[in-house]
């Protein structure tokens, strides 16, 4: 009974590790007219102009 016990607890406490993918946003670059949908900065000069998005086409923007 005891091994069941841990083994229920552990499982409980993994459950809530799970995590989402990252949001995606629209980039623009500041050495010219580019934009580029990433998850993550593409390098130096680079800022955010919109996001997040769920899709790696920057078109369905999460609810806030």
């Not at 809530?16 to 623009?28: F, I, Q």
């Amino acid at each position: 009974m005891k091994h069941f016990a841990i083994l229920v607890s552990a499982a409980l406490c993994c459950a809530p590790l799970s995590a989402g993918p990252a949001p995606w946003y629209k980039w623009h670059s500041n050495e010219g007219e580019y934009d580029v949908c990433a998850q993550f900065s593409p390098g130096d000069g680079w800022f955010i102009i919109k996001g997040p998005f769920e899709d790696a086409a920057c078109k369905k923007l999460l609810p806030r």
